[in-house]
């Protein structure tokens, strides 16, 4: 019990220790630990009194911010989240969801929607991402794809559901995907949660709202300056029921919503509003500076848009249709140095603190909040790193250059395609066993496994822990990215 004490004794005096230290964050929240965004949250935390509405009852202040929030997104009905994203996904797909009926889903997607599939007991067809091997990152979701599957399965359908912006940035076709769901009258939810700022933004893609897809959750958090926690949904067209929509978000969200986290949300849609254009333009200027002190690094690479459109706008070989550039994903394919490696090196001695790490890139997020102090600090470690690279070639041979400065990959880097055997929620209801990492293979799983960041999971329950993926999976736990030493499966 006193170690208990202690741990949560000293939360706060850690966190305050951390935010005066000089480590600076290339990742979430948006705000960026800006002290000007300080609200005196004790002082404003209050409940449902007289003068201050009700989340789940709007008709006054909160009803006039989620109105006002719809019209600066471009959307006909916008609701604020205080349960993350993850409560908007849950919503959507319980909204949208018809017993018996057939949701199809991107593959790639967060583990809420996943857990959404379970709640719901939910029948769900997998759309792959276009796979990049240059990067060892998914790309798009190609509308061809969503056609071919529609058309498969007819009427069965009653929904598609996408992610896009991906967590690295990739932006699929999102009006393609849309136009051809509407042909069918099937709605469209679009998981935008990496996207908020898109709409502010002149110089990002489009956002799936203008897009007209029919339900899009956004994390106001992730790129905007607001608290963690806060997001908020969008509604468009008739395809939804929006009555059954506005249940479902009662449902999935606290019956004492903080008036902290709404505060937050109002405070960044009003800078939105009377600020936003200035404030990106700006950001614009500091994110070309930061490219172009990093356009000539000769071993690490940072991927921009030219990467996937030679001169002209269309959808690449990936489905990738736009690239969001504000994410800062830092290749080290054919290097020694693997993404963890990175991600560790820029925190050790650089105390520059990235979003995640996978096994072949770091990843960044770099918002209007950002100091071109800040972008710049980034971009003066990654030029000295790339310096040491190169010396560390220089020295090596020509054929130990090969060998070991290129970092080959095979099919096994690609997102495993599932092999199901059994819904989530069947799954989950059958007896399970705890076996050993080693034993687990070609068994049915009976857990999600998923590296945190970005919590997409590799396996979920009822699907086969097959050879392919428990490589993978082995890989993962050679890099340091995933930690499993036992797997929960399905009885035999």
Request: hydrophobic letters at 35%.
């Given at each position: 019990m006193a170690g208990l004490e202690y741990s949560l004794e000293k939360l706060h005096e850690k966190l305050t220790e951390y935010c005066k230290s000089e480590y600076y964050p290339i990742h979430m929240p948006g705000h960026k630990r800006n002290t000007a965004w300080n609200m005196e949250s004790y002082g404003i935390d209050i409940t449902e009194i007289d003068g201050f509405d009700n989340l789940h009852?709007?008709?006054g202040i909160i009803k006039e911010g989620e109105s006002r929030a719809a019209r600066v997104f471009g959307s006909e009905e916008s609701h604020y989240l205080i349960n993350g994203s993850t409560c908007g996904i849950l919503s959507a797909v319980s909204a949208v969801y018809k017993k018996g009926k057939t949701l199809i889903v991107a593959r790639n997607c967060h583990k809420s929607v996943y857990h959404a599939l379970l709640l719901n007991e939910a029948k769900a067809e997998y759309l792959y991402p276009k796979y990049d091997k240059r990067f060892c990152i998914n790309g798009g979701i190609s509308p061809d794809e969503v056609e071919r599957m529609i058309a498969d399965k007819g009427s069965e359908i009653c929904g598609v559901l996408i992610t896009?912006?991906?967590?690295?940035g990739v932006v699929s076709d999102i009006a393609r995907i849309v136009e051809?769901?509407?042909?069918?009258?099937?709605p469209v939810i679009v998981d935008e949660a990496h996207g908020a700022h898109f709409a502010a933004d002149g110089d990002s893609p489009k956002s799936a709202v203008a897009c007209g897809a029919d339900i899009v959750i956004q994390s106001l958090h992730k790129t905007l300056p607001s608290l963690t926690q806060t997001a908020i949904l969008h509604v468009n067209g008739v395809l939804v029921d929006r009555n059954c929509l506005r249940q479902y978000l009662q449902i999935y969200q606290t019956s004492s919503p903080s008036y902290v986290l709404m505060a937050s949300i109002s405070r960044c849609i009003d800078w939105l509003e009377t600020e936003g254009?200035?404030?990106?333009?700006?950001?614009?200027?500091?994110l070309d500076k930061f490219h172009a002190m990093t356009d000539n690094l000769k071993h690490l690479h940072i991927l921009r848009k030219q990467d996937y459109f030679d001169g002209k706008k269309s959808e690449s070989h990936y489905a990738v249709f736009d690239y969001d550039e504000s994410k800062v994903l830092i290749s080290t394919v054919g290097t020694k140095m693997g993404g963890k490696e990175l991600s560790?090196?820029?925190?050790?001695?650089?105390?520059i603190e990235m979003e995640m790490a996978a096994k072949d890139y770091a990843l960044g997020i770099f918002t209007a909040m950002d100091t071109d102090e800040g972008m710049t600090r980034l971009a003066d470690a990654l030029i000295n790193i790339d310096?040491?690279?190169?010396?560390?070639c220089k020295e090596a041979s020509s054929k130990k250059l090969q060998g070991e400065c290129e970092n080959p990959k095979d099919s096994i880097a690609q997102y495993p395609i599932s092999i199901r055997i059994h819904?989530?929620?069947?799954?989950?209801k059958k007896e399970q066993e705890t076996v050993t990492f080693d034993k687990a293979l070609e068994r049915e799983c009976a857990e999600f496994i998923y590296v945190y960041p970005p919590g997409i999971p590799l396996l979920a329950p009822g699907e086969c822990?097959?050879?392919?993926?428990?490589s993978l999976l082995g890989q993962l736990q050679e890099k340091g990215l995933l930690t499993l030493d036992t797997v929960r499966v399905v009885q035999r």
């Open positions: 009852q709007a008709e896009s912006p991906t967590y690295d051809i769901a509407h042909e069918r009258k099937i254009k200035k404030e990106y333009k700006a950001f614009h200027e500091k560790d090196l820029l925190r050790k001695e650089y105390h310096a040491a690279l190169d010396r560390d819904t989530i929620a069947d799954a989950l822990v097959s050879k392919e993926i428990y």
